[in-house]
T-cell receptor, first 113, second 110 residues
Framework: DTEVTQTPKHLVMGMTNKKSLKCEQH?????MYWYKQKAKKPPELMFV???????INESVPSRFSPECPNSSLLNLHLHALQPEDSALYLC????????????FGQGTRLTVV | QKEVEQDPGPLSVPEGAIVSLNCTYS??????FMWYRQYSRKGPELLMY????GNKEDGRFTAQVDKSSKYISLFIRDSQPSDSATYLC??????????FGAGTRLTVKP
């Protein structure tokens, strides 16, 4: 089983809303990631959690706040987003440190209005 | 210069053709190389994973890595219309900071 589950699949939010994206994996992976993908562009790394600790933050604005409650779950809290933040948000997981293969979820398509 | 260069295409081939997709990179620290397939509005699906230089084959797919030339390739034999998708190369060094190429859009025509 190489499944990474993301909810919701689609989300429309206003610029004053607070919402959260959720990601879950049960493969025993200890590294989890958030990527942002704009249309016809490759995924861009936002955050990496390794063993439930934030190890990489790619200078992402503070209106995006990641959280890793346990080794299976990863959240991305959203607040005061801008229309240009509309994108496909992808969660991925891999076994651990050292560049092992990463598996992606199907993404949450976010529209900020 | 981008860390990972990939021709975005689009690339159109007839059914049954051999497809060759390529990426070049500049960071000599990269040693983990992946190819992902992404259908429209879906998440990337891992196709091939290679560590360091060499070849790897899985069914109709063959991945090649030449670290001396900083060049990686994906070959698709007997291409099918269902192979029509965007193909992304990705690579990383020692930590989990995968860098993606721009993606090549492939269409296989029946």
């Amino acid at each position: 089983d190489t499944e990474v589950t993301q909810t919701p699949k689609h989300l429309v939010m206003g610029m004053t809303n607070k919402k959260s994206l959720k990601c879950e994996q049960h493969m025993g992976h200890r590294a989890m990631y958030w990527y942002k993908q704009k249309a016809k562009k490759p995924p861009e790394l936002m955050f990496v959690y390794s063993y439930e600790k934030l190890s990489i933050n790619e200078s992402v604005p503070s209106r995006f706040s990641p959280e890793c409650p346990n080794s299976s779950l990863l959240n991305l809290h959203l607040h005061a987003l801008q229309p240009e933040d509309s994108a496909l948000y992808l969660c991925a997981s891999s076994q651990g440190e050292g560049g092992t293969e990463a598996f992606f979820g199907q993404g949450t398509r976010l529209t900020v209005v | 210069q981008k860390e990972v260069e990939q021709d975005p295409g689009p690339l159109s081939v007839p059914e049954g053709a051999i497809v060759s997709l390529n990426c070049t990179y500049s960071n000599s620290a990269f040693q983990y190389f992946m190819w992902y397939r992404q259908y429209s509005r879906k998440g990337p699906e891992l196709l091939m994973y290679t560590y360091s230089s060499g070849n790897k084959e899985d069914g109709r797919f063959t991945a090649q890595v030449d670290k001396s030339s900083k060049y990686i390739s994906l070959f698709i034999r007997d291409s099918q219309p269902s192979d029509s998708a965007t193909y992304l190369c990705a690579m990383s060094a020692f930590i989990n900071d995968m860098r993606f190429g721009a993606g090549t859009r492939l269409t296989v025509k029946p």
